[in-house]
């Protein structure tokens, strides 16, 4: 008996050891978590969610930074266009300011037959691309490498690779490149909306674009100088 009393009295110490030194004890009202525990539960504020994002409760109505608060959509070589765009977006809901300025512009890809040697090189590949459907295919000249044959300026992908596959088929190798001239262009810099949303292509499409003439950007707004500066 006094043996089995000496093993509970060791054991109840033990016990008091471990729950005073080594557990971590429950909180107390109003006593903080150390921030150093982690786990599933651990109460975090919104702005410690991964992305910012919040997560049930009231927390899921806190307003979030956006990523932008304006957006650029353009660049329309046609004025009336542009305000034909700002029209609609404005029947969306949507606040516009149209801005002007000069700006290399992206027309479209070049397609070409390039580094021809002569100019007999030239008419050759002219005449075998016109009768392989390149009608209005023409020499421009010599860009410093050999003379060259245009197929002609293209902003749509499908009549890009139409007209590559025309000069294969006549037996040459076309290269395509972006074509850029200096232009006066326009843009619309439209605000966000109230409830966050900011126009697709898709609303720009249907605004009038086709007549700018340009492929479809939608850019950040240009940063606005600080007030009074």
């Given at each position: 008996m006094r043996v089995l009393f000496l093993l509970l009295l060791l054991a109840n110490l033990l016990f008091l050891a471990w729950n005073e030194w080594i557990a971590t004890p429950p909180s107390r009202p109003g006593q903080s978590v150390r921030a150093t525990e982690a786990g599933p539960n651990r109460l975090r504020l919104v702005r410690e969610l991964p992305g910012g994002e919040a997560t049930g409760g009231s927390a899921a109505n806190v307003p979030l930074m956006p990523a932008a608060d304006c957006v650029s959509a353009g660049p329309f070589l046609d004025q009336a266009a542009a305000n034909r765009t700002a029209a609609r977006l404005g029947g969306l809901g949507y606040v516009s300011r149209l801005r002007s300025g000069i700006e290399d512009v992206r027309v479209g890809q070049w397609v070409r037959v390039v580094n021809l040697a002569?100019?007999?090189?030239?008419?050759?590949?002219?005449?075998?691309?016109?009768?392989?459907?390149?009608?209005?295919?023409?020499?421009?000249?010599?860009?410093?490498?050999?003379?060259v044959v245009s197929l002609g300026v293209f902003s749509d992908a499908e009549r890009i690779l139409a007209a590559i596959d025309i000069a294969r088929r006549a037996g040459y190798a076309a290269e395509a490149s972006d074509r850029l001239r200096t232009a006066e262009v326009y843009w619309l810099d439209v605000d966000r909306l109230a409830n966050g949303g900011l126009p697709g292509p898709e609303a720009i499409d249907e605004a009038g674009t086709p007549g700018s003439e340009l492929p479809l950007e939608l850019r950040a707004c240009p940063a606005q100088p600080p007030a009074g500066g």
């Open positions: 002569t100019a007999d090189d030239a008419d050759n590949a002219l005449s075998a691309l016109r009768a392989a459907g390149a009608t209005d295919a023409e020499v421009v000249g010599d860009d410093g490498s050999g003379v």
